[in-house]
């Protein structure tokens, strides 16, 4: 753990501290076997492309849903769980690297239309205190959500 970060360890074992303005957990210090940084990193990072989003994609190529507007069927909802950014997407296709290029309605700062790879989603990772993670999927958005259901 970094000498610069204040910490407390409680009675339990467990130890918190806080490193740039977030309260962190670090669970079982002395046993480095389950520290977060021992993780496996596949372990710790939701999969963003499955087969059944892979399949729905399919059936929306670019502009298949650019009459719609705010109507448009939400085929997956990326999120960043410990900050901002909210990716709505209505349409991808995969390229022949193996990438996707998704399209969708975007929320950083303020609600826009948009182009963005997986890759690039999948390279956003969470501040190492967390541990882990980076974006996720919404798994309950329910059966053929709309754009308007979300903002």
């Not at 729905?56 to 410990?82: M, N, T």
């Not at 690297?97 to 929320?107: E, R, S, V």
Request: contains cysteine.
């Amino acid at each position: 753990m970094p000498a610069d970060l204040e910490n407390e360890q409680l009675q339990d074992g467990k130890v918190f501290y806080v490193a740039m303005g977030h309260i962190c957990l670090a669970t079982n210090l002395l046993s480095d076997k389950y520290s977060p940084r021992r993780l496996d990193k596949e372990a710790r990072i939701m999969k963003l492309m499955t087969k059944e989003i892979e399949q729905k994609l399919s059936r929306y190529p670019f502009g298949s849903q650019e009459q719609k507007d705010l109507d448009a069927e939400v085929i997956v909802k990326y999120f960043y769980p410990y900050g901002r950014g909210t990716w709505l997407i209505i349409e991808g296709e995969k390229l022949e690297n193996g990438d996707w290029q998704l399209f969708g309605y975007c929320h950083i700062y303020e609600w826009e239309w948009g182009y963005i790879w997986l890759s690039q989603l999948e390279a956003i990772h969470a501040p190492k205190c967390f541990g882990c993670g980076g974006i996720e999927r919404d798994l309950h958005i329910g059966n053929h959500p709309q754009i308007k259901d979300f903002i």
